[in-house]
T-cell receptor, first 113, second 115 residues
Framework: EAQVTQNPRYLITVTGKKLTVTCSQN?????MSWYRQDPGLGLRQIYY???????DKGDVPEGYKVSRKEKRNFPLILESPSPNQTSLYFCASSLSGQENIQYFGAGTRLSVL | AQKITQTQPGMFVQEKEAVTLDCTYDTSDPSYGLFWYKQPSSGEMIFLIY??????QNATEGRYSLNFQKARKSANLVISASQLGDSAMYFC????????????FGAGTTVTVRA
């Protein structure tokens, strides 16, 4: 089954404790992206990757890191989480091109205390 | 500047009636794609419908249709014959070639279908 898998689905952590949210897709998509969703703001792009070893900042990259060592995986790293990073996070993948649908993972709800 | 504007934070619709969700966009890129996603209370993002900037006809997918008015930069979603399961948040989004194919989202519209 074609899917984007992100883990964990729920995470409660404390300020400053490094964490990684994993994302994996099985559709051989070259384009992958991370978003955060906050009430009243819709989804905002954090980082994106157009292919292996190619990553770039989105609209809200501060406090986040990503890597793309393999085509299928695109982990999101919070080196020192802060309470303002409490949010719902989505990973998505697609083929490149403005006509292609982005497929989303189920989401990770993160709370930073 | 906001690329996608959804002016209706929330709407109520009677079951079996149609509802129109407004979306306006801003771009100088001649090549772009417009998307609508549904987010039910369970949280997942479900793709509904796509319209390309060069498409001559309005897109339709089952009960969903997209009213595309290019000159007005408008891409309204019409849901016909509403069902209780249509209660959800709906997001309009745009993907632009000149912006590295980033998907830019509006703030969303919450639809509640009443029995």
């Amino acid at each position: 089954e074609a899917q984007v898998t992100q883990n964990p689905r729920y995470l409660i952590t404390v300020t400053g404790k490094k964490l990684t949210v994993t994302c994996s897709q099985n559709m051989n998509h070259e384009y992958m992206s991370w978003y955060r969703q906050d009430p009243g703001l819709g989804l905002r792009q954090i980082y994106y990757s157009m292919n292996v070893e190619v990553t770039d900042k989105g609209d809200v990259p501060e406090g986040y890191k990503v890597s793309r060592k393999e085509k299928r995986n695109f982990p999101l790293i919070l080196e020192s989480p802060s309470p303002n990073q409490t949010s719902l996070y989505f990973c998505a993948s697609s083929l490149s091109g403005q006509e292609n649908i982005q497929y989303f993972g189920a989401g990770t709800r993160l709370s930073v205390l | 500047a906001q690329k996608i504007t959804q002016t209706q934070p929330g709407m109520f619709v009677q079951e079996k009636e149609a509802v129109t969700l407004d979306c306006t966009y801003d771009t100088s890129d001649p090549s772009y794609g417009l998307f609508w996603y549904k987010q039910p209370s369970s949280g997942e993002m479900i793709f509904l419908i796509y319209q390309g900037s060069y498409d001559q006809q309005n897109a339709t997918e089952g009960r969903y249709s997209l009213n595309f008015q290019k000159a007005r930069k408008s891409a309204n979603l019409v849901i016909s014959a509403s069902q209780l399961g249509d209660s959800a948040m709906y997001f309009c989004a745009m993907r632009e070639e000149l912006d590295d194919y980033k998907l830019s989202f509006g703030a969303g519209t919450t639809v509640t279908v009443r029995a």
